[in-house]
Each structure stands twice: as structure tokens, then as C-alpha cells.
């Protein structure tokens, strides 16, 4: 809604205004009306109206002197001048003074709603004009944030391909001024099962609001964005520095560690990456930081982890293929005690002199798809990715293999499950004919048949998922629509029985009694 104050020394007047206005319509409300010129400069100051109606003659000062002291601190207000036919010439200047509108006394209606109408239009549209362009300058700033947080997605995809400064700028809006680039990656360790998304961007942006301004303030530029809980920061920054934002993040570490307890249980970890002097030298290093990251897993976390990961070559002795042979075997015969004695045959590589933390996760990735791909899961492309994100939130070596085995003890779990099901889908099927037909003389050969499968392994098949033979699971079907019929209609017991597929009366009355414990006539009788 847009305020309109009203200045007039007639009380009657601004009274007239007030009733000829059409406010509501025109989606306007009178905030004030003032009676001399003090008054109206001092609540134009106070309510900041988006117009103001005023005489041109009023106590005080007059109507021009308002206007000219209202425009130095008001240069939106739009003003309508009342002014009779004598007082033109001070319409005239008040013109000069940026009024676009006046009337004239006597007041009309329809003179003075159109020129509010017109006036609110004019206004609203400014207004929107500024709502675009403080959009389009928002948009415009998202734009950029988001083109400098494609730096990091691109690093990490390996799409980067920038050889120079000039490239960052160009492509990515990242201002390097410095000779050294140099990546951070710091890692949250946590429990997914026992963590929250919520929860993970509270610690998220807690993280960021310490790391984001220490290194604005050491860095030429920095870009800095979450990837699930891995921090990727791409910084560039001064060689002689290199000390100074080592403290400083060493201090950011501690201060997050100490105040780990108000987050929940997780761990926090950095690394380090090499120093180098092209942007297009960085990619290559990525991989090195990133397997610097992994070392938390056998050194600890909460550590500031430098230098070279190095490597222990555990990765190429014969761990690989003694877990593929013994998994395959587990397997074979859906065996979770085999299982685990395969991932105890990894657990083995812990124990080689000089092992690396990223060499075990490796191992530990590798063995975990060829368990998923051996087994041919359902949507086995998934439980990999899944499994490597479990992977990745390990704070230690212990629950690093503790994930490899729950994965095998879920995919077995499944497995079984869908040979179960399917095993069990020509039963289902058996039981549905059985159910369609049998008030006709089916017999164990004609299912069989029905279903497709031999008449010895359906047999051996149907006994095993039921728990009793066909003969018999014909007899409960029929004996239980006997039941419904004796219970719900009037039909004789005699009909009863060829309905259902005895022809024998006698024979009937014996099975049912056997099945029931009463004889189709004692039971119509308590239940009927």
C-alpha cells in the first residue's frame, strides 16, 4: 500500500480530500494530514509518505518551501499542488521544483482520483523497476557464485583445463593474483546412520564461517565448497605466506575439534596439497591431497596431514586375489562365516610395514565392488557408489573394514532373499491355478504343467515352499470354500460337495470331518 500525507491550512479541505479519494480502490492510506508548513515537513520526515498533496499557501512556510525541503531528503515523493485560480504562477514554480501534478480548487472527484491513479502507477512501476534491477543485480551476484563454485566441481570431476590467471578469470571469475596455488581439503567424519542431513549443515556452515574469512585474508582468492562432507578450498596465495596459513588453519582444526563435543560424534581432518606455480599444475596434485586425506584412517584424526602420502606398494601384493578367490566362495554357498574369513584376509594387509591409510581404502573400495558385481545385485551400479560414500565417512581402519563386511552381510542377506523369491514365484503361481480350478478333477500332473516344471521337482519344490504336498493343499482349499458355503448360504450339503470337486457325498463328509472335526451338517448348524 502506498502513503499519502495531506497538507492544507483548512481542516475542511484536507477533510474533502479525504472523503473524494477512492483509497482503498486505488490501493492507497492516508497516513497524516498537517494544517501548516512545519508540521508537514516534520511528519513528511517522520511517516516518509510516497505522496504528498499540499497547498501552496499554509502558516509557517508555504507549500513551496515544503516541497523544495522534502526533495533534498525525499527524491522519490511524488507531490500533487492544490492551487487556486490566482495562485498559478506559484504552480508554476512549483512545477520547476519536480511537481508533475496539481489541481485546482474547487477540488473535483474524478479530477482528483484520476491523478492519484496516475501518480500510484507512476510509483509502482518505479518501485518494480527497482525490484528488477535489485534482482538482476542478485541474480547476477548468484551467477557469479556459482560459475567460482563450478572451479571446485570441475577439480574435482577432472574438467579443469585452465593454463593461466587470465583463464580463472575469464572462466570462473577467480582473481589470481599471486604466484602460488595450493589446495585444502578438509574432511567430517560422521555416522550417517546417527546424523542428520540438518545436522551436517549446521557443522557445514560452522565450518565454513571460520575457514571462508581466514583464508580471504591470507589468499589473493579463494573458492571454497562442500561436496557431501568433503571441503574442496582452491586458493591462491603468496609463497612467503605458506607458514602464516599454516597456523592459522592448524588453530581453525583445534578451535572445531575442541567444540566437536556440540555437534554429535564426528571427527574433523585436513590436508594439505602441494604448492605449485600454474593453475594447470594443480589438477595433477589433486589426487596426492586427496590420498594425504586418507592417511587420518591409520595416523588419527584432527591433524593438519602435509607433504606425500607415500606408498607402501600393499596394493599390489597377492591381498586382492586371495579375497577374490575365498569371496567368490562364500558366495557360492550364500555363506556370511566365509565372508567374513575373506575380509579378515584384507585385515591382513594392516599388518605391512609402512601401510598407508589411502592404500587400504582402496583396497577396501575394490574388494567391496567385485563383492556387489560377483553376487550380480540389483542395481549394483548404485550399491557401489553407496558403499564408497560409507567408505569415505571412515574415521579408522577398524570401521573401514567393518563397512566392507556389513556390505557383504546385506548383498548375502538380499541374494538369498531374491532366491527365495524366486523359487518361490512358481509356487505362487501353482497356488493360483490350484485356486481357479479346484472344483474341477485337477491332478498334480496337470499343475505341473501349468507352471512348467516336472512333475518330481514340482512336487519336491511345492512341499518344500508350503511345508505339505499338493494332495493335501487341495484338500485345505477346498474344505475352506466348503466351509464358507455351509456358513454364508442355504445350498444344499450334497451341491456343496460337487461344487467344490467331490463327486462322492460320503467321501466329502469323512475328508471334511477330518479337516473340520464336525461333519458339514454339525458345523452348518453352530456356525450357519
Given at each position: 500500500m502506498l502513503r499519502v500525507l495531506i497538507a492544507d491550512d483548512e481542516e475542511r479541505i484536507c477533510q474533502l480530500i479525504l472523503a473524494l479519494g477512492e483509497w482503498q480502490r486505488l490501493g492507497l492510506?492516508?497516513?497524516?494530514?498537517?494544517?501548516?508548513?512545519?508540521?508537514?515537513?516534520?511528519?513528511?520526515?517522520?511517516?516518509?509518505?510516497?505522496?504528498?498533496?499540499?497547498?501552496?499557501?499554509?502558516?509557517?512556510?508555504?507549500?513551496?518551501?515544503?516541497?523544495e525541503e522534502a526533495r533534498r531528503e525525499m527524491i522519490q515523493l511524488e507531490v500533487i499542488v492544490i492551487s487556486g485560480y490566482a495562485q498559478f504562477d506559484y504552480a508554476q514554480t512549483a512545477i520547476r521544483f519536480g511537481v508533475g501534478e496539481y489541481l485546482l480548487k474547487p477540488i473535483n472527484r474524478d479530477a482528483l482520483n484520476h491523478t492519484l491513479?496516475?501518480?500510484?502507477?507512476?510509483?509502482?512501476?518505479?518501485?518494480?523497476?527497482?525490484?528488477?534491477?535489485?534482482?538482476?543485480?542478485?541474480?547476477?551476484?548468484?551467477?557469479?557464485?556459482?560459475?567460482?563454485?563450478?572451479?571446485?566441481?570441475?577439480?574435482?570431476?577432472?574438467?579443469?583445463?585452465?593454463?593461466?590467471?587470465?583463464?580463472?578469470?575469464?572462466?570462473?571469475?577467480?582473481?589470481?593474483?599471486?604466484?602460488?596455488?595450493?589446495?585444502?581439503?578438509?574432511?567430517?567424519?560422521?555416522?550417517?546412520?546417527?546424523?542428520?542431513?540438518?545436522?551436517?549443515?549446521?557443522?557445514?556452515?560452522?565450518?565454513?564461517?571460520?575457514?571462508?574469512?581466514?583464508?580471504?585474508?591470507?589468499?589473493?582468492?579463494?573458492?571454497?565448497?562442500?561436496?557431501?562432507?568433503?571441503?574442496?578450498?582452491?586458493?591462491?596465495?603468496?609463497?612467503?605466506?605458506?607458514?602464516?596459513?599454516?597456523?592459522?588453519?592448524?588453530?581453525?582444526?583445534?578451535?572445531?575439534?575442541?567444540?566437536?563435543?556440540?555437534?554429535?560424534?564426528?571427527?574433523?581432518?585436513?590436508?594439505?596439497?602441494?604448492?605449485?606455480?600454474?593453475?594447470?599444475?594443480?589438477?595433477?596434485?589433486?589426487?596426492?591431497?586427496?590420498?594425504?586425506?586418507?592417511?587420518?584412517?591409520?595416523?588419527?584424526?584432527?591433524?593438519?596431514?602435509?607433504?606425500?602420502a607415500g606408498r607402501s606398494g600393499v596394493t599390489d601384493m597377492d591381498f586382492p586375489a586371495r579375497y577374490s578367490t575365498a569371496a567368490s566362495q562364500a558366495i557360492d554357498v550364500m555363506s556370511q562365516e566365509e565372508a567374513d574369513a575373506a575380509a579378515a584376509i584384507l585385515e591382513e594387509a594392516t599388518a605391512v610395514p609402512g601401510v598407508r591409510g589411502w592404500e587400504l581404502l582402496l583396497l577396501v573400495r575394490a574388494a567391496g565392488a567385485m563383492f556387489v558385481t560377483r553376487l550380480g545385485a540389483e542395481d549394483g551400479d548404485t550399491v557401489i557408489r553407496q558403499f564408497h560414500v560409507r567408505c569415505a565417512q571412515c574415521a579408522d581402519v577398524p570401521a573401514l573394514f567393518q563397512c566392507l563386511r556389513q556390505l557383504q552381510r546385506d548383498q548375502l542377506a538380499q541374494a538369498s532373499q531374491r532366491?527365495?523369491?524366486?523359487?518361490?514365484?512358481?509356487?505362487?503361481?501353482?497356488?493360483?491355478?490350484?485356486?481357479?480350478?479346484?472344483?474341477?478333477?485337477?491332478?498334480?500332473?496337470?499343475?505341473?504343467?501349468?507352471?512348467?516344471?516336472?512333475?518330481?521337482?514340482?512336487?519336491?519344490?511345492?512341499?518344500?515352499?508350503?511345508?505339505?504336498?499338493?494332495?493335501?493343499?487341495?484338500?485345505?482349499?477346498?474344505?475352506?470354500?466348503?466351509r464358507a458355503l455351509l456358513r454364508d448360504t442355504n445350498q444344499p450339503v450334497a451341491e456343496i460337495c460337487k461344487s467344490i470337486g467331490y463327486g462322492d457325498l460320503k467321501h466329502f463328509t469323512r475328508t471334511f470331518k477330518a479337516e473340520v472335526g464336525l461333519t458339514p451338517g454339525e458345523y452348518r448348524k453352530l456356525y450357519g
Open positions: 492510506e492516508v497516513v497524516g494530514t498537517a494544517q501548516n508548513g512545519p508540521d508537514a515537513l516534520a511528519m513528511l520526515r517522520s511517516l516518509q509518505p510516497d505522496i504528498l498533496i499540499t497547498d501552496i499557501r499554509m502558516p509557517g512556510f508555504d507549500g513551496l518551501k515544503v516541497i491513479e496516475k501518480m500510484a502507477n507512476r510509483l509502482r512501476q518505479q518501485l518494480k523497476k527497482e525490484t528488477d534491477i535489485e534482482t538482476l543485480l542478485e541474480s547476477h551476484a548468484d551467477d557469479r557464485t556459482q560459475l567460482r563454485k563450478r572451479l571446485v566441481a570441475d577439480l574435482l570431476a577432472g574438467r579443469l583445463e585452465v593454463q593461466s590467471a587470465d583463464a580463472l578469470k575469464r572462466t570462473y571469475h577467480f582473481d589470481a593474483g599471486a604466484a602460488g596455488y595450493q589446495l585444502l581439503l578438509l574432511k567430517i567424519d560422521f555416522d550417517p546412520d546417527h546424523f542428520s542431513d540438518a545436522s551436517l549443515h549446521i557443522v557445514q556452515d560452522k565450518v565454513l564461517n571460520l575457514i571462508a574469512p581466514l583464508l580471504h585474508a591470507t589468499c589473493a582468492d579463494a573458492v571454497c565448497d562442500f561436496a557431501d562432507a568433503s571441503l574442496t578450498c582452491f586458493m591462491n596465495y603468496a609463497p612467503e605466506r605458506q607458514e602464516a596459513l599454516r597456523q592459522q588453519l592448524r588453530a581453525a582444526l583445534n578451535q572445531l575439534v575442541a567444540e566437536k563435543a556440540l555437534f554429535g560424534k564426528l571427527e574433523f581432518s585436513m590436508a594439505l596439497g602441494v604448492m605449485v606455480s600454474s593453475p594447470a599444475m594443480l589438477a595433477a596434485t589433486l589426487v596426492g591431497t586427496q590420498n594425504l586425506l586418507s592417511e587420518r584412517l591409520t595416523e588419527g584424526t584432527g591433524r593438519l596431514l602435509e607433504g606425500e532366491l527365495k523369491d524366486r523359487d518361490a514365484q512358481p509356487i505362487r503361481n501353482a497356488k493360483l491355478y490350484i485356486r481357479k480350478h479346484f472344483a474341477e478333477p485337477i491332478t498334480l500332473e496337470e499343475v505341473s504343467a501349468a507352471i512348467g516344471f516336472s512333475v518330481n521337482y514340482f512336487s519336491t519344490l511345492f512341499k518344500k515352499e508350503t511345508g505339505e504336498g499338493f494332495a493335501k493343499y487341495l484338500t485345505h482349499v477346498r474344505m475352506d470354500e466348503a
